[in-house]
């Protein structure tokens, strides 16, 4: 059977370790690799990214028989861990596990050195990650009204928190601090993790987060969810309104999770690479553990279309950073 050494387990690891046995579906994936697979974060341990990396990791692992490094390399949006990438050759035994955010959102206005749109391909989408405003079980508003009521009340006390500038959570808080009429400063922090520890505290009222590392925290009643940001209810969080339904049609966001590699891959290594993680992606046992983490499982996208949507959504952003003149703190 696979084992997954976790690196908060094992600090003086240089990383995380999958060991899996071969399996039926390793004959397909043969001609990719007979070597190890090292799948570099753009997240710290704990984050959205990182929870998805070792899901993906161990599956990944167990359906190719190879050997699978999970590697934290956070930092400057993601471009740390890019740079990593696009450092080492394009054959397939390095990619980076992110969120979409970091092609669409980030590159906007934190300069990485690299270019989301011709230096990197995407080679799999596997799941999104909704995106919810929660707040410090504190407050004492229960809702939308009566948060922004109370935020009111005490014009330039408040901020919002985000896990980092130049993402949809700092795009998100500031149009709904304009939105709503408020004054509200960001406070950027280095992943959701951190930031999450002091919106729960109190220290900073509110933060738009992904739903991936605030579920068990809104399941414990340690953080207050006040609404979704997207155009439907959340399938995770039924009863929880929509930014949309409660007036804010703007405020839709939500990134994909997926796997990127260096454009100079040869396409038919990325064509292998993508049939791979399709097939991971489609297992029943990844996709129940996906739920059980946050994510919501999506259809196989080809890898002709994810390009043009990259392409698409960082379009939009742009459109958003200008029209609410976003700029890196």
């Known amino acids: 059977m696979p084992h997954f050494i976790s690196r ?12 899996a046995t071969p399996s039926a579906f390793a004959v397909n994936a043969a001609s990719w690799t007979d070597k190890p697979i090292r799948l570099v974060v753009t997240g710290p341990a704990g984050g959205s990214a990182d929870v998805f990396a070792r899901l993906i990791g161990e599956a ?25 990438m696009l450092s080492q050759p394009a054959d397939g035994l390095t990619m980076v596990v992110c969120a979409s955010n970091v092609l669409t959102e980030v590159p906007l206005v934190l300069k990485g050195g690299f ?33 922004v009521t109370y935020l009111k009340g005490k014009p330039g006390q408040f901020a919002f928190a985000s896990y980092s500038a130049g993402t949809s959570s700092q795009y998100a808080g500031l149009m709904f601090s304009k939105e709503a009429g408020l004054d509200l400063q ?62 804010y049609p703007d405020l839709v966001f939500g990134n994909w999770m997926g796997v990127i590699a260096s454009s100079k891959m040869a396409p038919e290594l990325v064509q292998k690479i993508h049939s ?5 992606g489609n297992l029943p046992s990844v996709k129940q553990r996906l739920l059980a983490n946050g994510f919501d499982p999506i259809e196989d996208q080809p890898v002709d279309k994810l390009g043009p949507a990259v392409r698409e959504e960082y379009e939009r952003n742009a459109g958003i950073v200008k029209t609410y003149d976003i700029k890196l703190n």
Request: glycine share 8%; net charge positive.
């Open 8 to 19: 908060r387990r094992a600090l003086a690891a240089a990383a995380c370790t999958l060991l």
């Open 60 to 84: 990944l692992a167990t359906e190719t028989g190879q050997t699978v490094v999970v590697e934290n390399k956070p930092g400057a949006g993601g471009a740390i861990a890019i740079k990593y």
């Open 115 to 147: 270019d989301p749109l011709k230096d990197v391909k995407p080679i799999a989408a596997l799941a999104k990650g909704t995106s919810v405003l929660v707040g410090s079980p504190t407050l004492p508003a229960s809702d939308v009204k009566g948060l």
């Open 186 to 247: 960001h406070v950027p922090y280095p992943g959701s993790p951190p930031a999450l520890v002091d919106v729960i505290a109190g220290r900073i009222p509110i933060m738009f987060d992904g739903l991936t590392t605030s579920r068990s925290m809104i399941d414990s009643g340690k953080l207050k969810v006040f609404a979704v940001a997207s155009k439907a209810r959340s399938p995770q969080l039924p009863n929880v309104p929509t930014m949309t339904e409660l007036g």
């Open 276 to 280: 791979a993680l399709a097939h991971v």
